[in-house]
Every structure is written in structure tokens, then in C-alpha cells.
């Protein structure tokens, strides 16, 4: 059975940085590729970070230059470290890995950022 488990939201006001854990179980995350994705009330879930098994990585324009994704492979864990934060960060988080053998998402982890 493959679960990954998000941890690390929280309440944070406007500038403060929070980071974010992803460990995965069942699967190696080595072999997967990694992403972030935020998911505000009534909007669409959106993508943050991405980090691939090769190692590229790509951030969505909103969190460039605040927002960094890194993984540990021997903790089999991800990871989002989030800097000046802003109201507009207010979400849920959810990490996915998608592999060879699928696609699999954790349960989320809140962030509010409050102004």
C-alpha cells in the first residue's frame, strides 16, 4: 500500500515561511517524479512545485524566487520550503509522486496566511 502524509501547514502571518514535509511510504520516492500542488476554497487545485527523478524542477510563477522544492531520497521524503508568504498562499497542500506504477497524492496539510 503506497500513502504519502503531508506535514508542516499551519497558521503563519503575511512574510513568515513555514516548510512542508511529504513522506512517502510503499514506493521509493527516487523513482518518481514529485510535485506540489495548492488547492484554495472554490478555486481549481494548482500546481506549485515539481521536482522530477531526473531532476528537473519548475515552480509556478506565483512562488518563484519564495518557494523551494527538495527531497531527501534516503528519508523517502519531499519537501516545500515556503518564504514570504503571503495571504494569497492561503491553501490546502497536497504532494503527489507519479511513477511507473501510478499516480498517488497525500491527504493535504493547510496553510493560512494571515495579513
Known amino acids: 500500500q503506497v500513502t504519502l502524509v503531508e506535514s508542516g501547514g499551519g497558521s503563519v502571518q503575511s512574510g513568515g515561511s513555514l516548510r512542508l514535509s511529504c513522506v512517502a511510504s510503499g514506493i521509493l520516492l527516487g523513482w518518481y517524479d514529485v510535485a506540489w500542488y495548492r488547492q484554495a476554497p472554490a478555486n481549481q487545485r494548482e500546481l506549485v512545485a515539481q521536482?522530477?527523478?531526473?531532476?528537473?524542477?519548475k515552480y509556478a510563477d506565483s512562488v518563484k524566487g519564495r518557494f523551494t522544492i527538495s527531497r531527501d531520497n534516503a528519508k523517502n521524503t519531499a519537501y516545500l520550503q515556503m518564504n514570504n508568504l503571503k495571504p494569497e498562499d492561503t491553501a490546502a497542500y497536497f504532494c503527489?509522486?507519479?511513477?511507473?506504477?501510478?499516480?498517488?497524492w497525500g491527504q493535504g496539510t493547510q496553510v493560512t496566511v494571515s495579513s
Open positions: 503527489n509522486a507519479h511513477g511507473i506504477t501510478g499516480l498517488f
Open positions: 521536482s522530477t527523478g531526473g531532476g528537473n524542477i
